[in-house]
């Protein structure tokens, strides 16, 4: 060992424990990853500019008074455009904790997680930073095409815009404990794939991300399931702030806000404790990097 | 920190089995003293790694527990990781973030290891020196060759300074020189910066150079501990003793050998060049050497040395795991 790299390790520094630092690094980390999948990114935007453009044809087959009973306007674009726009965001917020979580094991990297003193929580959170940043380059992505490029009638009013922008933040802190969740089945099944699906379909379904809930009032099961779900109340106050221009002002807004209010205080810990438990089972079986 | 850096009481782990448990660690105890350089060698499937990964607080003991830096694996989980540097070499770099450059693997560990940002970039550029990786700092390690990645896994290894390491195959995939070097910075890191080293390895050459202590596991057993002489004379109730002669007629030196009532037996007696080579298990080998020595200068024959032969660790290996195999 030369003298210079010894000089550099006879000192006894103090670590940094930050959290806020650990959850940045792992947001730096997997983001830099992200950003090597060049392919993959400009599919992606390619994937979203079509669908849009699917959605946009559909509306020309949808009456406006089918969507204006449901009190969103007049336009199936706009009203599709949100729900699917949104959907999608929260799912890859959500899924990425799991996909990265899966991969991890795969390439061992998870080990070397586990066996530093980064606690698992930051971990957590700097993998879903990270879905929240890519998302919204696709969210923000899917909009501007819906808007600019087939002529969805958004409100893009500095008032709407912060309603909604608060709305996406409470949205994904509602579902997080759920995104949480799924990675602690990865841990332990080393496989959600089926789970998420099955998820993000029903989510979509029960919230209505492309046809007005009216429609699930003559089936009590379906209108109640679809009340039960956090992104029923998202899909609302965006709808209406970004279609009607509702602002903060709007008890509707508020309300909704409050349930996922609620629902995070719920799920975040839940979430969170069942990923502990999952983490606990692995340690116990010796799987930390099966796959 | 104690007096032993590594203390594992009775620690035992049993994997679900289809008839019965698989223990692959057995009520093992071990003390491993601070700044202490021990290896730890077993054939494959005898419980190195899941003891390591114990030790690593990556796996939950069924029974017992261990100490690392003085905190319990279990109960103190987080102290434990701050204490350690755990080097897997084994997988071959798989444990790196292939997307990633070296200086940025780097980065990453600092952060998660909670090394300061100030200190880990100097660190990081004095690593990427001395493991000859600064060319290549930058770009991705998936591009890499194996000993690269190792030699990235070893500075990651080392960056938070950890007082104790765990090194799992730490030259595996290296070439001859780099694994040379990597032994010198395993001496240097133990006898400079007084840290602690668990060292498993398949290349026994390179436990016997580097390690105070062995110990040999099997089937999840510590079957045999100690120094290298204290493992050789395990296997070896007789010491053997060499002697060189000038000249090619050592058989009747041979002779001599064999009449003295501390020889046991001769068990090699061949030319050698333009001499002559005898080897003799003895039971005292204080008193062998001089007697010896004295036999043969009385016979006139000229010896070119005398000395004991020690067996290899890899003899010793064997024999102890043949032998516990087979009861």
């Known amino acids: 060992m030369d003298n210079q790299l010894i000089t550099y390790f006879q000192d006894n520094v103090a670590p940094d424990k930050s959290e806020v630092r650990q959850t940045w690094g792992i947001f730096w980390g997997q983001l830099k990853i992200f950003m090597t999948y060049r392919t993959w990114v400009v599919t992606d935007t390619f994937n979203t500019i079509v669908s849009i453009a699917i959605y946009y044809f559909l509306s020309l087959q949808v009456q406006p008074s089918q969507i204006a009973a449901s009190g969103y306007g007049t336009s199936y674009l706009a009203f599709s455009l949100i729900g699917i726009a949104f959907a999608n965001y929260l799912w890859f917020c959500i899924n990425r904790i799991s996909h990265s979580m899966q991969s991890e094991i795969r390439e061992g990297t998870f080990e070397t997680i586990a066996s530093s003193p980064i606690r698992m929580r930051s971990y957590l959170f700097g993998q879903a930073a990270r879905g929240f940043l890519v998302g919204l380059y696709y969210m923000v992505g899917a909009l501007a095409v819906g808007v600019y490029g087939f002529n969805a009638p958004l409100h893009f009013e500095p008032a709407a815009l912060l309603t909604s922008s608060l709305v996406l933040v409470f949205m994904v802190l509602s579902h997080l404990g759920l995104g949480i969740f799924i990675a602690g089945i990865v841990l332990v099944y080393k496989q959600a794939d089926p789970v998420t699906f099955m998820v993000s379909l029903f989510m979509e379904f029960f919230a209505g991300a492309l046809f007005p809930l009216q429609l699930l009032s003559k089936y009590p099961p379906l209108a109640i399931a679809s009340e039960l779900m956090p992104y029923t109340y998202a899909l609302d106050a965006l709808r209406k702030s970004l279609i009607q221009g509702a602002t903060l002002a709007s008890q509707d807004i508020l309300f909704d806000l409050a349930v996922l209010v609620v629902y995070a205080v719920i799920l975040l810990p839940l979430g969170l404790w069942s990923f502990n438990v999952g983490y606990d089972r692995i340690r116990t079986e010796g799987t930390t990097s099966s796959y | ?327």
């Open chain 2, 1 to 327: 920190m104690n007096d032993h850096s590594i203390e594992t009481i009775g620690i035992t782990k049993e994997y679900p089995g289809k008839e019965k448990p698989l223990v692959a660690v057995n009520h093992t105890n071990l003390l491993i003293r601070s700044g202490e350089l021990f290896g730890l060698l077993g054939p494959n499937g005898a419980g190195k790694t899941t003891l390591i990964k114990m030790l690593c607080t990556l796996i939950l003991p069924t029974e017992g527990t261990a100490k690392v830096g003085g905190y319990d694996i279990v109960k103190e989980a987080a102290k434990v990781r701050e204490t350690i540097g755990w080097l897997h070499g084994e997988t071959g770099g798989r444990a790196l973030y292939w997307r990633l450059s070296a200086r940025d693997n780097l980065r990453f560990y600092a952060y998660i290891q909670n090394v300061p940002s100030d200190v880990a970039r100097k660190r990081i550029e004095a690593l990427l020196e001395f493991f000859d990786l600064k060319r290549e700092a930058d770009s991705l390690v998936k591009d890499y060759s194996t000993g690269m990645k190792v030699r990235v896994m070893l500075a990651r290894t080392l960056l938070p300074n950890p007082p104790i390491l765990l090194l799992d195959e730490p030259t595996v995939g290296l070439d001859a020189q780099t694994a040379i070097e990597t032994r010198k910075l395993i001496l240097t890191l133990n006898r400079e910066l007084h840290k602690t080293i668990l060292l498993t390895s398949h290349n026994l050459y390179e436990v016997e150079k580097l390690c105070e202590r062995v110990a040999i596991i099997n089937t999840g057993k510590i079957v045999a501990l100690g120094t290298m002489d204290q493992l050789a004379h395990l296997i070896h109730e007789a010491k053997t003793v060499e002697v060189r002669l000038e000249g090619t007629d050592g058989e009747a030196a041979t002779q001599i050998i064999q009449q003295l009532d501390l020889v046991r037996r001769v068990v090699v007696s061949e030319r050698s060049g333009d001499g002559w080579i005898i080897r003799a298990e003895v039971s005292d080998l204080d008193s062998a050497i001089p007697r010896i020595a004295n036999a043969l200068a009385g016979g006139n024959f000229r010896i070119r040395g005398i000395s004991e032969i020690r067996p290899h660790l890899e003899e010793i290996f064997v024999k102890i795991t043949e032998r516990n195999n087979h009861g």
